[in-house]
């Protein structure tokens, strides 16, 4: 137990003093996966919202697959983007294979299913009324869509938040795509992977704290925007 | 169905007593498990004592870590300044010389910063802060981490800024990250050996004693751990340094290559 909490202690110590390392790795954690967050959102949104209220072909497909890749591992992604932009791969002339962009694209493919699942559900489980009433009053479908998604705002926002919590919790992506590389791509996570292998416990667990007190902090602030 | 699944538990848990053989645990540093030696050297020890050995391998500074809180029994490490720290601080005893193998500055085909060929470990490392050169660093404390840094330390030279990546890794990765981002990197010639085929790096430096790379095998203190496996522990170390292990040592090969030298 000692052990424990003398690392606590050290842990408290490092936050207070804002130590240098610690604000460098939750920088770059939050840069790329709020990158990826604003990436996934643009697409993941509009595809979930066309998914909830289109009939298309190809449609009950789509529905598959979003649920699928719900459950893609970190890794398989970090594998396929890793071969990707791996200098003998079909992107390896761009070099970015252990540079920042290439984790917000391996957390873009990562947040974008979840975001647009539970966009999906979010439009879904409106009034049904929403959209036909918009079309008689006038607005095209598009425009119908966009009133469907404002009314559904708040679900669409956890949507979002489930997406960036997802990327910014992850560390597989992180490693492979971003090299871990100090003060450049190593975040919060592969932070506390790389500490914990050289036996620096208390720092690890002084990380793993400002990874919650990050969470808990972006839940608060949409908890306040949920209750105007 | 119940009735199956219940005899076959039973009969599981009637086995067990079978698989209760003696574990010992070893902390190792991430080049022995790579390059295979461990595979090679192991077995016949496991097979003669009737026990099986638990390989942990992490960098240097995490294996004398395991070895401080007493959750191994024996490690075996390449940092001689970190290893007589260990026993000095009460932490391990009884450490022996096992074997050497030697560290090699690696680089990209291109050389940008011309060093092929020197036979100064440290005027090539001058040189590549000097013009530069990407180089990527284990950055994760481990033996090989602690050397590289000893020759910055003999360069007079402070590694920092854009060219110099921390990449906190084992030696595979950064291999790995050396290739694709074209840089130098130092590495141990067994690790660099079993990669061989998968990147483009060459050999740039080689043969200088500064990149002599001495293995050491020490037990943990059972003064300060009592639950430390004492007598298979020393029986493993004594096999080590025997005869018969010197000669599996010396007899390893890695294509074509052989990896570790024993010293006399």
Same mark, same amino acid.
């Given at each position: 137990m000692g052990y424990l909490l003398e690392s606590l202690g050290t842990a408290l110590g490092m936050i207070i003093h804002l130590n240098g390392e610690v604000l460098g790795a939750v920088g770059v954690s939050l840069a790329t996966s709020l990158t990826a967050t604003v990436f996934s959102t643009v697409w993941g949104v509009p595809l979930g919202a066309a998914v909830g209220v289109g009939t298309f072909p190809g449609r009950r497909i789509i529905l598959t697959l979003l649920n699928t890749l719900m459950a893609l591992p970190t890794v398989v992604v970090g594998l396929l983007l890793f071969g990707l932009f791996s200098?003998?791969?079909?992107?390896?002339? @761009? *070099?970015?294979?252990?540079t920042p962009w290439a984790m917000i694209a391996g957390q873009t493919v990562l947040a974008t299913p979840i975001i647009a699942n539970y966009t999906l559900s979010a439009v879904t489980g409106a009034d049904p009324r929403i959209l036909p009433t918009a079309l008689t009053l006038g607005a095209g479908r598009l425009r119908g869509t966009w009133q469907l998604l404002l009314e559904v705002r708040f679900g669409v926002m956890a949507a979002i938040v489930a997406g960036f919590g997802r990327v910014i919790a992850e560390v597989g992506v992180a490693m492979m @795509? *971003?090299?871990?590389?100090?003060?450049?791509?190593?975040t919060m996570t592969t932070a506390i992977a790389l500490e914990t292998s050289k036996g620096e416990f208390a720092f690890g667990l002084a990380l793993g704290m400002v990874l919650l007190s990050v969470a808990l902090m972006i839940n608060l602030f949409l908890n306040l925007m949920q209750q105007r | 169905m119940l009735r199956h699944f219940v005899i076959t538990t039973l009969l599981v848990l009637l086995a067990m007593p079978a698989f209760a053989i003696e574990h010992l645990r070893l902390a190792t540093t991430t080049s022995t498990e790579n390059s295979g030696l461990l595979a090679e050297l192991l077995p016949p020890f496991e097979k003669a004592n009737d026990c099986h050995i638990d390989v942990i391998a992490v960098g240097t500074g995490k294996a004398l870590k395991l070895g401080e809180t007493g959750d191994v029994d024996v490690v075996l490490v390449h940092a001689r300044s970190k290893e007589d720290k260990f026993v000095a601080a009460g932490y391990g005893v009884d450490r022996r010389d096992v074997m050497y193998n030697d560290f090699v500055i690696l680089g990209p085909k291109s050389d940008p910063a011309g060093?092929?060929?020197?036979?100064d470990a440290v005027a090539a490392m001058t040189r590549i802060a000097l013009t530069q050169a990407t180089f990527v660093s284990r950055g994760d404390d481990s033996g090989t981490n602690t050397r590289e840094l000893q020759l910055w330390k003999a360069a007079g030279i402070k590694a920092e800024g854009d060219w110099y990546l921390e990449a906190g890794r084992g030696m595979g990765e950064v291999l790995t990250m050396a290739d694709e981002r074209r840089g130098y990197t130092l590495s141990d010639r067994g690790t660099y050996l079993a990669y061989r085929d998968k990147i483009d790096l060459g050999v740039?430096?080689?043969?200088?004693?500064?990149l002599f790379n001495p293995y050491g095998v020490i037990m943990v203190n059972p003064a300060r751990h009592p639950h430390v496996k004492v007598k298979l522990a020393r029986k493993f170390m004594d096999f080590l340094t025997s005869d018969t292990g010197r000669k599996l040592i010396t007899g390893y090969r890695r294509g074509g290559e052989q990896l570790f030298y024993v010293a006399d």
């Open positions: 200098r003998q791969g079909p992107l390896g002339g @761009l *070099g970015l294979l252990f @795509l *971003g090299g871990n590389i100090r003060g450049y791509t190593r | 060093i092929k060929g020197l036979k740039m430096v080689e043969g200088d004693k500064r």
